[in-house]
T-cell receptor
Framework: DAKTTQPPSMDCAEGRAANLPCNHS???????VYWYRQIHSQGPQYIIH???NNETNEMASLIITEDRKSSTLILPHATLRDTAVYYC????????????FGQGTTLQVKP | DTGVSQNPRHKITKRGQNVTFRCDPI?????LYWYRQTLGQGPEFLTY????????KSRLLSDRFSAERPKGSFSTLEIQRTEQGDSAMYLC???????????????????FGPGTRLTVT
């Protein structure tokens, strides 16, 4: 599975959009981009995933560049409850499914 | 609540003792994963089961660690002769496999439990 690079920390004002970047320059054609987050003292929580098209669900939007070497997770209206560590993971879809986590980005949403 | 549950939530033990953790996955999920997370780090994969078969083990899973899923439902993770370096959060996750959902794209997110925090003194 390809390696990902994320900034260690970011701040965002409550109510504003949070844009979390991820670089995955070695991604293969059959690898998907997944995002999980981990709120303090809880297990990780799935957010969204995509292959090459942009994706949106009730939690977030995922924008993947045309060359697929980077992506951005967008939380459109961040709340204090979105304060968490956000992990970007790439892996082959439909395989064994193990997730390889990096250190993620700690997002602090401030009032 | 029909999510993934783990017991106990916290365990304090003395070095050299054996400990066992339990994970109850979401009932219809046939895959079960164990991860370990130390402070400030992301979770690290330990092992996974599909039904009762243990299909992959990480090199992190030393011979003091053993995991079972005897009936393809709940799983246990045992650590023998605990060491201080075993202190961590042990996370369990479950998911379905691609073949078990007709018409799916074969992409299945993992649902994590709250974890068991182990402290070895």
């Amino acid at each position: 599975d390809a390696k990902t690079t994320q900034p260690p920390s970011m701040d965002c004002a409550e109510g504003r959009a949070a844009n979390l970047p991820c670089n995955h320059s070695t991604i293969s054609g059959n690898e998907y981009v997944y995002w999980y987050r981990q709120i303090h003292s809880q297990g990780p929580q799935y957010i969204i995933h995509g292959l090459k098209n942009n994706e949106t669900n009730e939690m977030a939007s995922l924008i993947i560049t045309e060359d697929r070497k980077s992506s951005t997770l967008i939380l459109p209206h961040a709340t204090l409850r979105d304060t968490a560590v956000y992990y970007c993971i790439v892996r082959v879809g439909g395989n064994t499914g193990k997730l390889i986590f990096g250190q993620g980005t700690t997002l602090q949403v401030k009032p | 609540d029909t999510g993934v549950s783990q017991n106990p939530r916290h365990k304090i033990t003395k070095r050299g003792q054996n400990v066992t953790f339990r994970c109850d996955p979401i009932s219809e999920h046939n895959r079960l994963y164990w991860y370990r997370q130390t402070l400030g780090q992301g979770p690290e994969f330990l092992t996974y089961f599909q039904n009762e078969a243990q299909l992959e083990k990480s090199r992190l899973l030393s011979d003091r660690f053993s995991a079972e899923r005897p009936k393809g439902s709940f799983s246990t993770l045992e650590i023998q002769r605990t060491e201080q370096g075993d202190s961590a959060m042990y996370l369990c996750a479950s998911s379905s496999s691609p073949a078990s959902l007709a018409g799916s794209r074969g992409l299945h997110e993992q649902y994590f439990g709250p974890g068991t925090r182990l402290t070895v003194t």
